[in-house]
Every structure is written in structure tokens, then in C-alpha cells.
């Protein structure tokens, strides 16, 4: 498994990362040993990126996948991240609340450090912001109070690098990955709406407005997230038993039902160049864009962290294939 810096901070992440939300379910509802048994084997395969956060199944993604670290004795092969997120009440005092949840998060995980602390919440310009949920945090307050609850963390070693999650206005994004202090960002990036790479292919969703390309700029290190659509990508609407149920739309585009029609129009691509799949299409998209550090994949199974780390090893697809995807976008 190839390792790639995460931008400037000295840190080596695996260009598949282990997702642990609860699009996949695997960390959230799974049967402890088939979480035990992925792990490992992810491990074993070469991924040293995994992906946690205190929202996902209400805390039990991080206690499991603590539980399983230090089941595996693996706390020192692997690099994780995990999140803090605001309500408007925690907003009040949010220094106080970036040091509550972390303390949260090291008790759930059962360790002393967390490598990758980032914020949960859409960024919006303003008091209020265009993307669907209702939790946006104005980027005056991200870069203020935020900011500093974080840093503060991160300078009593509780934390070692600070980073954000890429949802909410396109400008706010753009500010906060010319910010020095914020050293990763998650970025929704897939091959139905590639616009975070290639501005203006949106798929008739949000312009992300070629965010990689600002962090890449600014030594931001690119962790990629929903690369396959939330699982749209396979162009059938069946999922998993215990794969979540799929919300709104991140980026204020088609319903989940809209991106299965969407993914359609790409197998044409997929069966030209004898992929297994659409998701096979889409991680291989993903990681061929230029300045994405890990792309994120959940998991419902084993079969499933299988199949991505044989599309890993696969690498990157053809210039003139990531250029028909980007074309099908604008």
C-alpha cells in the first residue's frame, strides 16, 4: 500500500484510509470480531490512515475502534483522526468544548493522543450558510474561538495536528485552507461531482471551485470523503443490512436516488476499461487526482475493504479517463 504525505505535517497517511461512520456500519454495528478481523487485516495490507469521530454512532465508532487498537497493540503503526463538533449552545464557549469533547473521544478510544483533531461543522460566510444541516459555524468564529479551543489542545499534547471538514460556503472553505494553522481538510470529492479538483464540474451540485488545489497551494494535506457517493456509484439502489441510510445530500445535489441515475451514465467507462465496478471507477478517480493524500472508503464487511484494497493496488486510472468523468461533470 503506497504511502503519501499529509501535506506539511510530517505525517505518512495510506492512499486508502479506513473509514469508520456509519455509512458503512462496520465500526458502529458490527460484531466485534469481524471489527477485530478488518482491522488487522486492513493493517496488515499496509493502511495506516483511519477515520473516526465522536458523532459516529453516538460514540461507539470510536470505542470500538479504540477497543480494537489496543486489542491489536497497533496504536503506534497507524495514524487517526478524529472530529469535534458544535451545537449552537457549545458555539457559547467553544474553547471550553473543544477540550470536553476531546477528553471524550481519549476516554471512548482508551489512549492519550489523537494524531488528527478536526472540525465537524459546515463553514458558512455568514451567520448562516447554504448547506442543508443546521449546524454552520460563520468562519470569523472557526478562525477565532475555534481556532484557538483547538490549538490550545494541541499545545498541552492532547492533539497533534488541527483540520477541518470541507462542507459548508465554497469561499469559507477556501479561507480556512489558507490558514496556517489547519493543516488537513476532508474534501467531498467523487466522479459525480468532481468540482473540488476540476472547478465547475459540479454534476449540478455545489462548485467546490478546485479546493484540492488550494491545499495543495497552501501544504494542506487532502483526506478524500465520500469518493463513492455514498455507494451510489455501484448504479443499483441495494445496500448492505447494516450500511447507513443514506441522508442529504452534502453538497446540495441529487438525492442518493438521483446519484445511482447519475452513476449509470459513467458504466459505459467502467466495462470499456474491464472494472468490476462503478465504485472500482470511482476510488481509482479519486486517487488519481493530484494532491489527495488518502481517499476515505467505509466498510459494511470484509469483502468490501478487500475490494477496495485490490482497486488501491490498482492505481491510478488514465489521463484521458479522468478527463471524460470531469467532461460528464460540467
Known sequence: MKQRDLGSTGLQVSVLGFGSGAGGGLMTKGEPADQVRAVARAMEAGITYFDTAAAYGQGHSEENLGRVLGELKAWDKIVLGTKVRFNEVDRKEPVAWVR??????????????????????????GAKGSSPTEDDVPVAEVLAGVAEGMQQVQKEGLVGHLGYTGLGDTEALHAIARDTRFKSVQVYFNALNPSAGYAGATGASQDYDGLIDTCAASGVGVLAFRVLANGALVARADRHPIAGIPNAPLDGGPTYEGHVEGARALMPIVDELGLESGLELGFRFA?????????????????QLEDAIRWAERGPLPASTMDRIVALAR
Open 100 to 125: 470536553k469533547s476531546v477528553e471524550g473521544s481519549l476516554k471512548r478510544l482508551k489512549h492519550d493522543r489523537i494524531d488528527l483533531l478536526q472540525l465537524h461543522n459546515p463553514v458558512c460566510n
Open 287 to 303: 486517487l488519481s487526482k493530484e494532491g489527495v493524500s488518502s481517499v476515505l472508503v467505509g466498510f459494511s464487511d470484509l469483502g
